[in-house]
């Protein structure tokens, strides 16, 4: 005799910045060349973190990046006198669109692996209305079949008009599953938006901490996307 086991979770929310993606180095490098400040890209990808980090330090509203933008610009080692001019300058690229285009290490695998537990995915973001145009086209999803990882939705700040932590935005994305709070699960890299905006709709929420910056706070942590799987599996 076969035991099934009912699966705990009927959908996987997933945030895209700082999940599946970060900003392409290539952009800030030339952009901060212009400034003549030179950095390492190399430290980049952590760079984001400590800048979401800073984010939910100050409990910045959606799309305020000013604390974003000084933590991120210190990790890739601006000097202080310069962190007003990389700050404006990271604001103008954040406005201008199009930087949020490179896959974090082990977001192809990590979608792969959640996608094999048979479970749904719905991206919800807050972005500025174009980010199923640059998930899609690094490649690593599309809504339907495709070349990447099949999803079910995305839901973009920007399209409907309201945003993480704000628990409309996950409302929105249940009705899109089909399904009821208690039987989704949300992965995002920032406490204030993330965790907070899915425990107020009454979501499960998980938050990304590829560096271990977050060791007291008082929810699930996974260091990379593939460990999600385990959680629906």
């Known amino acids: 005799m076969t035991t099934v086991t009912a699966r705990r979770f009927d959908v996987v929310f997933l945030d895209a910045g700082g999940v599946l993606v970060t900003p392409h180095p290539d952009l800030i490098a030339r952009r901060f060349a212009q400034l003549g400040v030179e950095v390492d890209v190399a430290l980049q990808v952590a760079a984001h973190y400590h800048g979401v980090l800073a984010i939910d330090r100050v409990e910045a509203e959606p799309e305020v990046f000013d604390d974003y933008h000084a933590a991120y610009a210190r990790h890739l080692g601006v000097a202080d006198h310069l962190l007003a001019d990389v700050g404006r300058a990271l604001d103008e690229l954040w406005k201008a669109g199009g930087l949020w ?133």
């Open 101 to 233: 285009t490179a896959p974090l290490p082990g977001a192809a695998e990590g979608l792969a692996a959640i996608a094999a537990t048979g479970t749904p995915i719905v991206v919800v973001s807050n972005a500025d209305g174009t980010v199923a145009e640059l998930l899609t086209g690094t490649g690593l999803l599309q809504v339907g079949p495709g070349p990447g990882v099949e999803v079910a939705a995305i839901v973009d700040s920007g399209v409907v008009g309201v945003a993480k932590p704000d628990p409309r935005i996950f409302e929105l994305a249940l009705e899109l599953a089909g399904t009821t709070p208690d039987r989704a699960l949300h992965v995002g890299d920032a406490y204030q938006y993330d965790v907070r905006g899915a425990r107020a709709a009454g979501v499960h929420p998980v938050l990304v901490d590829p560096f271990d910056l977050r060791s007291s706070v008082d929810c699930d942590r996974v260091r990379q996307l593939a460990e999600v799987a385990d959680l629906v599996a």
